[in-house]
């Protein structure tokens, strides 16, 4: 029964917000009080629907580029032969902790133009961090009596990093990968200031027409896709740390 309600919850917010980007009008009613008369109390400068998915999908790629990046970073810092690139290792993915997502964004337009491409390579940058401080964790943090054995029984370096090491770390590298799909999902927002699709437009247009309603539908679009991707991942997380405890 504790693991039902929580669950049932989660269900009914993911039910809820689909019937929302898919027919936003059915929530007109419960908008109508926010905002002045006349005035439109949905979103009805685009498709909320097409925002949402374009905004994932910004999310998604950082996130995927940050990963490759970071877990490959992580792995070259703890081999011996790359453990002296650990200080450098870590300025680089600091960059992204040191200039806030809206200077990057700024530097980023001149040389990249409007659009997408600027938000990525902030949420890229910001999204490093996390990643790698996990993934390293997790790889230098294994217990040596199985990596021994692994070396024992003939394997490879590669063998023992894509069979033993990796699997291992993964709960905790998926930890770091939570944390950073989190923050994208909020930070990805201050695109729509330099022209990429996301659900910052609809912040944006509401804190321009004062329209209290457009301000709260983006809001809570973003923050219960924040709360249903984090669940998903601390879902998976249990799942690959219960498959590591069976190895």
Do not use: C
């Amino acid at each position: 029964m504790k693991r039902l309600l929580p669950n049932l919850l989660r269900l009914a917010a993911l039910i809820i917000l689909v019937a929302f980007l898919v027919q936003p009008a059915l929530f007109e009613p419960l908008l109508k009080p926010l905002v002045q008369a006349n005035a439109p109390a949905i979103y009805n400068q685009g498709s909320l629907l097409s925002l949402t998915l374009s905004h994932l999908t910004t999310v998604f790629i950082a996130t995927f580029a940050a990963t490759v990046v970071a877990v490959g970073l992580a792995i070259l810092v703890t081999r011996p032969i790359g453990a002296e690139f650990l200080p450098l290792s870590r300025s680089l993915v600091n960059i992204g902790q040191t200039f806030p997502p809206v200077a990057v964004l700024a530097l980023a337009v001149p040389v990249v133009g409007f659009g997408e491409k600027p938000t990525l390579i902030a949420l890229f940058l910001y999204g490093l961090l996390p990643i790698f401080e996990n993934a390293m964790t997790g790889l230098s943090t294994l217990p040596p009596a199985i990596v021994e054995a692994a070396r024992g029984t003939g394997m490879t370096a590669w063998q023992r990093l894509t069979k033993v090491e990796l699997p291992l770390a993964l709960p905790i590298i998926l930890a770091g990968i939570r944390l950073s799909v989190t923050i994208s999902l909020a930070t990805a927002t201050i695109g729509s200031t330099v022209a990429a699709k996301t659900l910052g437009e609809v912040i944006i247009a509401g804190l321009q027409s004062n329209n209290l309603a457009f301000v709260l539908q983006g809001g809570l679009v973003v923050a219960v896709l924040a709360v249903l991707i984090y669940d998903a991942f601390s879902a998976m997380e249990r799942m690959v740390s219960r498959r590591a405890g069976r190895v």
